[in-house]
């Protein structure tokens, strides 16, 4: 199993970016699949965006597309969640996940989980 720490959340204002970490722990980062995943107050946790373990795939929710990247470094067990032009909708604690495929890491349960990071975008 991989351990999971995020960083980089923090407090912006409307239109500003935002770029997360999550470092893994453990030989076996490059096996698989990473994805991130958000909640907001009162909402269920939601699907951001995933990537392959190659990074030669790659998923996004459809509110996030042409905003947020993601991307991976094999080579220094991290993924990271480029995030542009923010909204105060993308407000939320952000999650990341690590999973056997792309096929299951895009579903919220099975799988490895950080401890999450907030992100606060103000209007």
């Known amino acids: 199993q991989v351990q999971l720490v995020e960083s980089g959340g923090g407090l912006v204002q409307t239109g500003e970016s935002l770029s997360l970490s999550c470092q893994a722990s453990?030989?076996?980062?490059?096996?698989?699949?990473m994805g991130w995943f958000r909640q907001a107050p009162g909402n269920q946790r939601e699907f951001v965006a995933a990537?392959?373990?190659?990074?030669?795939?790659?998923q996004y929710t459809d509110s996030v597309k042409g905003r947020f990247t993601i991307s991976r470094d094999n080579a220094k067990n991290t993924v990271y969640l480029q995030m542009n032009s923010l909204k105060p909708e993308d407000t939320a604690v952000y999650y990341c996940?690590?999973?056997?495929?792309?096929?299951?890491?895009?579903?919220?349960?099975?799988?490895?989980w950080g401890q999450g990071t907030q992100v606060t975008v103000s209007s």
């Open positions: 996940k690590a999973s056997i495929s792309m096929v299951t890491v895009v579903r919220d349960d099975f799988g490895s």
């Open positions: 453990g030989r076996t980062f490059s096996s698989y699949a």
């Open positions: 990537i392959s373990w190659n990074g030669g795939s790659t």
